[in-house]
């Protein structure tokens, strides 16, 4: 009783509190949607959809989450997607192995993250000079390998592709009167394993805290024995590996490639985490943050669509609107949260 008691007595950290502003606006968004809109939004299989749409999204965006935690950024993370869905259509499409694919994917992610690192956290040069080197690079390297749309073909792939995972009891009665049952892709699956992954990391392995201790002070976690160039260089490779596992991802939701695929997939993900309550400052972010922060993204962008604004420009001055907002509700809430510590 009394652990029950001092657990309800201690304050929610800044991580959990952002996180918690982020749900709840998320929920009370979409409560509102469908109050308002009805329609889709009433059915499970809305929410299925905006998964099923952002599922590659959502893992760049943990990626990037991690990062930022440590006060760094990576702007190529949506051009190394790009290059990695390109590379792996063109090779399926000569008759390549599944499984194989899917190593190359990772092998490209993970060479850009081992080299961004190093020249990041060991020869210390400037994160957006060497992401943006990367960015340019990676979408050099897609226009090389195909100028023109590409379509898999390779039909063991295609038939992985149209795997779903049917949840009959979630799904909705059509007009017609036919039961259309709920439809989830594997590769949702992938991403909420990816997000529950780095979550325990972050949590409860050494070097994920170090990530927080790095962003909050660099020179505090000099003095704690933290190994900072090693725990920025993870940082950077473990993005660029969730950048290899988002580029399959995305060949597996779209089944084509295109040299502009993912395009400004890195400022959504960029904005997916501060709205999901990551500081750009560094030192504060929570991957179920990001997550949710990615699913109040895509819910304005369809509350937009519903109330008739189809034009794309109303999609981004939304978007630029609400990040605008999470970032002044981020600064307000720890200021005053710090105040009052002050006070105490």
Same mark, same amino acid.
């Given at each position: 009783?009394?652990?029950?008691?001092?657990?309800?007595?201690?304050?929610?950290?800044? !991580?959990?509190?952002?996180?918690?502003?982020?749900?709840?606006?998320?929920?009370?968004?979409?409560?509102?949607?469908?109050?308002?809109?009805?329609?889709?939004?009433?059915?499970?299989?809305?929410?299925?959809?905006?998964? !099923?749409?952002?599922?590659?999204?959502?893992?760049?965006?943990c990626g990037l989450t991690i990062v930022m935690i440590?006060?760094?950024?990576?702007?190529?993370?949506?051009?190394?997607?790009?290059?990695?869905?390109?590379?792996?259509?063109?090779?399926?499409?000569?008759?390549?192995?599944?499984?194989?694919?899917?190593?190359?994917?990772?092998?490209?992610?993970?060479?850009? *993250?081992?080299?961004?690192?190093?020249?990041?956290?060991?020869?210390?040069?400037?994160?957006?000079?060497?992401?943006?080197?990367?960015?340019?690079?990676?979408?050099?390297? @897609?226009?090389?390998?195909?100028?023109?749309p590409q379509k898999v073909e390779h039909e063991g792939?295609?038939?992985?592709?149209?795997?779903?995972?049917?949840?009959?009891?979630?799904?909705? @009665?059509?007009?017609?009167?036919?039961?259309?049952?709920?439809?989830?892709?594997?590769?949702?699956?992938?991403?909420?394993?990816?997000?529950?992954?780095?979550?325990?990391?972050?949590?409860?392995? !050494?070097?994920?805290?170090?990530?927080?201790?790095?962003?909050?002070?660099?020179?505090?976690?000099?003095?704690? *024995?933290?190994?900072?160039?090693?725990?920025?260089?993870?940082?950077?490779?473990?993005?660029?590996?969730?950048?290899?596992? &988002?580029?399959?991802?995305?060949?597996?939701?779209?089944?084509?490639?295109?040299?502009?695929?993912?395009?400004?997939?890195?400022? !959504?993900?960029?904005?997916? &985490?501060?709205?999901?309550?990551?500081?750009?400052?560094? *030192?504060?972010?929570?991957?179920? $943050?990001?997550?949710?922060?990615?699913?109040?993204?895509?819910?304005?962008?369809?509350?937009?669509?519903?109330?008739?604004?189809?034009?794309?420009?109303?999609?981004?001055?939304? @978007? $630029? *609107?609400?990040?605008?907002?999470?970032?002044?509700?981020?600064?307000?809430?720890?200021?005053?949260?710090?105040?009052?510590?002050?006070?105490?």
């Amino acid at each position: 009783m009394e652990d029950k008691k001092k657990f309800l007595r201690e304050p929610l950290t800044d !991580n959990q509190l952002l996180m918690t502003i982020t749900i709840c606006i998320f929920v009370g968004m979409y409560l509102t949607a469908m109050l308002l809109f009805q329609g889709g939004f009433l059915h499970a299989q809305q929410v299925f959809d905006m998964l !099923n749409d952002n599922a590659s999204l959502i893992i760049v965006s943990c990626g990037l989450t991690i990062v930022m935690i440590t006060g760094g950024i990576d702007i190529s993370v949506g051009a190394v997607t790009s290059l990695v869905v390109m590379s792996c259509v063109l090779y399926l499409n000569k008759g390549g192995n599944i499984f194989v694919s899917a190593l190359i994917a990772l092998g490209i992610g993970i060479a850009f *993250g081992v080299v961004q690192g190093f020249l990041i956290s060991y020869l210390e040069i400037q994160p957006f000079i060497v992401t943006l080197a990367g960015m340019f690079f990676a979408r050099g390297m @897609t226009t090389i390998l195909s100028v023109n749309p590409q379509k898999v073909e390779h039909e063991g792939f295609n038939k992985l592709r149209d795997t779903k995972i049917v949840i009959n009891w979630l799904g909705y @009665t059509a007009k017609n009167g036919n039961t259309v049952p709920a439809r989830v892709e594997i590769g949702v699956i992938v991403a909420l394993l990816c997000v529950i992954v780095i979550f325990f990391l972050l949590r409860y392995f !050494n070097f994920g805290r170090g990530f927080y201790a790095i962003g909050g002070n660099q020179t505090s976690a000099l003095m704690l *024995g933290i190994n900072v160039k090693r725990n920025r260089f993870l940082a950077y490779a473990i993005c660029g590996l969730l950048s290899g596992i &988002s580029g399959y991802v995305f060949m597996m939701h779209t089944g084509a490639g295109n040299a502009t695929n993912a395009a400004g997939m890195e400022m !959504n993900a960029i904005a997916s &985490s501060i709205i999901g309550g990551t500081l750009l400052t560094g *030192g504060v972010g929570n991957v179920i $943050g990001t997550l949710f922060g990615t699913l109040t993204l895509t819910t304005i962008k369809k509350i937009v669509v519903s109330s008739g604004l189809n034009d794309p420009w109303w999609q981004s001055i939304t @978007t $630029g *609107g609400m990040l605008c907002f999470f970032i002044l509700l981020q600064s307000v809430v720890l200021s005053r949260r710090a105040k009052s510590k002050k006070a105490k």
